[in-house]
């Protein structure tokens, strides 16, 4: 039976034998077999529930009328199985309804739901995102009333920050708030392009507003976050009146059909009352306090989308008989093969591979990082690994993404025609997939965060940090038989980053600083690219010794023979090979890059705007 979504294999790897468990008191009662039988129950749930949807979510899309906005049947099944099960909030504390899982877990369980319907996952991620809002900055009454209900996922959430005339510009907003003598806020304005902003899914849907309080400073200095329930809520807990925030609109989009992306109106048929949540004008500071979640949740779909498609593709290769063999000449009696044997093909989902690896290793690496922050009493190591997160941040979202949709589009590819059909899934995949690289502030705006804040922060040590683990990682993996000459490869790759990040930063606080914000995505992929890098000599220095231990040597002959018969061994060959391709082949790429970037060519400084084209 094919694999869906995931290779089970591989999360049991990144899980157990690469990154490992954060050993503290909190997470004893979570050893491998409940971690297995965790993932275990996440897949069966994604396959036999939520991606059912996936199709229905596409197809039949959300529906607006009269304000009011339907969701496909079938979700609305999926999210009660989902909630019953208590998945929203399985890395929460158990004191607001979580279960207390670490994040690590929670990111192997998370690959499942998210690549099964990723439209279908966003309702989650918005909700999720918003009582974390509250749990952070909401006062005592609100945590009451709000926080439970919405991780049990009886009511829903949001975030209303874009406006029609302020994008990613949030400091350009309009929506105003206007204090009431009972403490209380009228909201008036629009939000556009607000994920899972009206829906049947759940009883209230209870937004956080960016707005700006009468007479607070312009820009983003002045901004506030309110929460706007969308029916009043009673002291009780009960549902009150509707509280005029209206869906006057859903997006026409290239995917995520199933996710109501609407276009809303707070005020403007009669009050919309807010309370403050946190602090007056501390509303974007509020708002970036949470952002690390969402944007590694953004990077999260992204790789579950990537994934899915990796696996359909293989499955289809491996299927697909097309064409003989490439050595089979005029032999007439030669039959046609499946197009995994096709050299082109092989090479694309070696490509699909290898991303797909490095994707999953540094995701559930982030998740582990947050472990280790939430739990750790060494203050030094909570520091450097809350910075550690920050460095990777941009990473998990910025070049994740842009891999993701190469990865998508190679998927279509190894179908052929049938690819670009809307009867395989792949098709869907790769529209579903674009939106990623825009979520959560753009990813020119990722690599501009990269080179502006983190390669400075706190004066250039965290950035260090994180080349220093590369650096480890070198060092632990010398000597080891069989990837000798990685090693050397990935050592130098991370001396010339760590080069190359001294040289654009300090570019980007000079004279120069707009030719260094040119190259901005250049150094994100080229960061990507490293980081990646380190993560398939990571895995390679586990699996090959692992590897020659059950073989007994690692010559080629030897090694095939085993393959063929023990799956661990095709598997620890497996991550050897993806190792090789990656460093020997799609590395070298990103030498040329930094070569450009120290280069530092002037031209997208020096073209007029007028010589694009005519107007």
Known sequence: MAQLIADRRDVDFVLHEQIGMVEHELFEEFNKKTIDLIVSEARNLAIKEILPTFKDGDEIGCKLENGKVTVPESFKRAWDIY??????????????????????????????????NS????????????AKLVEAFGNE????????????????????????????????????????????????????????????????????????????????????????PKYHVNEDGSLGDFNNVVCTGLEHKMGIHGNSTASLSLGEKGDCIGTLLGVENKG??????????????????????ASASYMYALDYAR??????????????????????????????????????????????????????????ED???????????????????????????????????????????????????MRDSRIFMIYEGTNGIQAMDLIGRKLSMNKGESFQYFIDLMKKTVEEAKGIEGIEGLVEKVDHAVSRLEALAREIGQRARSEKALNAYAFAHPFLEVTGDVTFAWMHLWRASIAAPKLAKKVGSLKKGAVAAKAEKNKDAAFYAGQIESAKFFINTLLPSAYGKMDAILEGDTSVEDILTVSFGSK
Request: glycine share 12%.
């Open 319 to 376: 299927n697909r008989v097309q064409g003989r063999h490439l050595l089979a000449g005029k032999d007439p009696a030669a039959k046609d093969v499946a197009i995994i044997q096709h050299p082109d093909v092989k090479r694309q989902l070696l490509n699909m591979k290898v991303f797909t690896e490095g994707m999953r290793s540094l995701i559930y690496y982030y998740g582990k990082c947050s472990d280790i922050v939430h739990v750790t």
């Open 141 to 228: 009454e609100q945590k009451k009333l709000y926080i439970k209900k919405m991780f049990a996922g009886k009511w829903g959430g949001t975030m209303l920050l874009t406006e029609p005339e302020a994008g990613s510009d949030v400091g350009a907003l309009t929506t105003s708030a206007t204090k009431n003598e009972d403490g209380t806020y009228s909201i008036q304005g629009s939000k556009i392009f607000i994920s899972a902003g009206e829906h049947d899914l759940c009883d209230n849907i209870i937004h956080p507003v960016l707005a700006r309080i009468e007479g607070a400073p312009s820009g983003t200095r002045g901004i506030s976050l309110f929460l706007v």
């Open 379 to 429: 203050e030094k190591l909570k520091a450097d690994t809350s910075a550690l997160i920050e460095v990777l941040t941009p990473i998990v979202k910025g070049y994740i993404t842009d891999k993701a949709l190469e990865i998508c589009s190679h998927g279509v590819q190894v179908y052929g025609g049938y690819g670009y059909v809307s009867e395989f899934p792949v098709e869907q995949l």
């Open 119 to 130: 439209a279908f996952m966003l309702y989650y991620g918005m909700t999720h995102g918003a």
């Open 83 to 116: 909630c019953e099960g208590e998945w929203l909030a399985m890395c929460d504390d158990p004191e607001v309804g979580g279960q207390g899982m670490p994040k690590l877990i929670g990111c192997a369980a998370l690959e499942y739901m998210v690549g099964a």
């Open 284 to 305: 974007m500071p509020e708002m970036f306090q949470m952002m690390n979640e969402a944007r590694a949740f953004v990077g999260m779909q992204g790789f579950s989308v």
